[in-house]
């Protein structure tokens, strides 16, 4: 069930609030949360059943994992230490089969010639995401910064609905104690998460849509037609794309934030403005920030972080973007967007530790702002298209080498000025406008993130804070009023595939 259907919109969304506050007063704390797993498990098998026993043991099996490791962690450190990683391993074994299987065999029977088939293997919903959370959970016991005790707790911890399936990855300390504490700020929490979730609806159905239709086009024509863009073309289609998977996971995270707004509980904030970054490295302290947290303290710091010198740093900071690659997609194109991101990084770190820290020497903004955002849209070419070649072909495209001749027939943009006009306005809301976060920064929208840029929950200029007034209800109505007339193909989330 997507955010952006009308079976979410209109019954799902308004019926699972409705039950959940009409519980506070009847069955208290122990119904909400009950209603809350309830609704969540129905949400998720949406459509497909058997996904329920999938999550229902994966979830009993870490729980029981988790209570393991507590019990040994003050007696038996080394036991405690070995439960963990066998935890992590299972848990990267089922996410491992179910997301790479497939690509394992294919590529094993190409470079060696043997006849290995098998069957295609469904890739549930959201089981990267969730992989992940449970992951974090386990060696945050071992850790001791928590533990779960109540089973129905823990339950609902894995499989809340609203950031179920795509993130935000949160942490066990960060969100339980929120349902432990009961909701004082009802109405506040409904109208704040309720305009949250319109900005988000309008990213997704407004701007990502239309946008992702024009890159579609072009990058499809590459893969499929034999098509090999121009210059402008294959820009054209970069920059479609650039801000479609902006404003669709942008859009998604801030629906999933403030859906757990209305409930009373605060997720934690997952994009900081990343096109307004002035470095490859500040972009990823900005872009999908709950998966970098998680890349930094579950993967980078154990292998070393950069506490062996700067080539193990470099290193480690090369392999975690890798492998933070290969995390989105079983392919060579997720890799290769992955490598290119830790070759960027690697550039940066390098110019900060031999020209800056050494010489004094800083890039001005007005030069490394604009740099750093055509190096992100470069990069974003092979996580779009369908195959290395194909990613190639745009790249020879970008530069020139196809030609630089633009025959109005071949672009393929379905009308010319009103995707120009969609794609400024795309560029004047990421580059310029403050985000979601900021506009309704006086409200505590979400969860600050230790080490993320403290402007991503500050407020905004006056003149553009969002408060609870008639007016901003008109905006907010309209806003869903126009997302409504346009849920006439409803399309996924880029995120969900994932």
């Known amino acids: 069930m997507l955010f952006n259907s009308y079976e979410f919109l209109l019954a799902f969304l308004p019926l699972t609030l409705a039950g959940y506050f009409l519980l506070a007063g009847r069955a208290g704390r122990r119904g909400q949360v009950l209603w809350l797993i309830a609704a969540s498990l129905f949400y998720y098998a949406w459509g497909n059943p058997w996904l329920l026993a999938l999550l229902g043991t994966s979830t009993a099996g870490n729980y029981l994992i988790a209570g393991w490791i507590a019990r040994l962690r003050d007696g038996s450190p080394t036991g405690a230490r070995l439960v963990t990683a066998a935890g992590v391993s299972l848990n990267l074994a089922v996410l491992g089969y179910f997301k790479y299987s497939n690509f394992l065999v294919t590529n094993v029977a190409e470079m060696t010639g043997l006849p290995l088939t098998m069957s295609t293997v469904v890739l549930p919903l959201g089981i990267s995401f969730i992989t992940f959370q449970k992951i974090a959970y386990l060696v945050d016991v071992y850790r001791r910064v928590t533990v779960e005790r109540d089973f129905l707790n823990f339950a609902l911890f894995v499989s809340f609905f609203p950031q179920l399936i795509a993130g935000p990855i949160v942490h066990h300390s960060e969100v339980m104690p929120q349902f432990a504490a009961r909701t004082r700020d009802k109405w506040d929490g409904l109208a704040v998460g309720g305009m949250m979730f319109v900005l988000g609806l309008f990213k997704k ?46 859009g998604y995270s801030d629906m999933a934030v403030g859906i757990a707004r209305m409930f009373g509980i605060r997720l934690p904030m997952n994009f900081a403005s990343p096109y307004q970054a002035a470095s490859i490295v500040d972009f990823w302290r900005r872009w999908h920030i709950s998966l970098s947290r998680f890349l930094r303290d579950y993967l980078y710091v154990p292998l070393g972080g950069n506490r062996r010198g700067p080539a193990r740093r470099y290193r480690n900071v090369f392999l975690t973007m890798v492998l933070g690659g290969l995390w989105h997609g079983a392919a060579w194109t997720f890799v290769l967007w992955g490598a290119l991101h830790g070759l960027l990084i690697l550039i940066n770190q390098a110019w900060t530790d031999q020209v800056t820290r050494r010489w004094g020497i800083v890039l001005p903004r007005a030069v490394a702002w604009p740099l750093t955002f055509a190096l992100v849209a470069a990069c974003w070419v092979p996580f779009r298209a369908d195959t290395v070649a194909a990613a190639g072909t745009m790249y020879a495209g970008m530069i020139g080498l196809n030609g630089i001749e633009l025959s109005k027939a071949a672009v393929g943009l379905l009308d010319p000025r009103s995707s120009l006009a969609l794609l400024v306005f795309a560029g004047a809301v990421a580059w310029f406008a403050p985000n979601t976060y900021q506009v309704l920064g006086e409200f505590n929208p979400a969860l600050p993130t230790r080490g993320y840029p403290a402007t991503a929950i500050t407020a905004a200029p006056r003149w553009l804070r969002w408060s609870p007034r008639w007016w901003t209800a008109v905006v907010g109505g ?11 193909d409803v399309s996924e989330f880029i995120y969900f595939h994932f």
């Open 205 to 250: 159905v407004a701007i990502a849509d239309p946008l992702g239709l024009e890159a579609s086009t072009i990058f499809n024509a590459v893969a499929h037609d034999g098509l090999e863009p121009m210059v402008l073309q294959a820009w054209a289609g970069v920059a479609c794309y650039t801000f479609q998977i902006y404003f669709d996971f942008s």
């Open 478 to 488: 309209a806003l869903f009023t126009v997302c409504i007339l346009r849920l006439t």
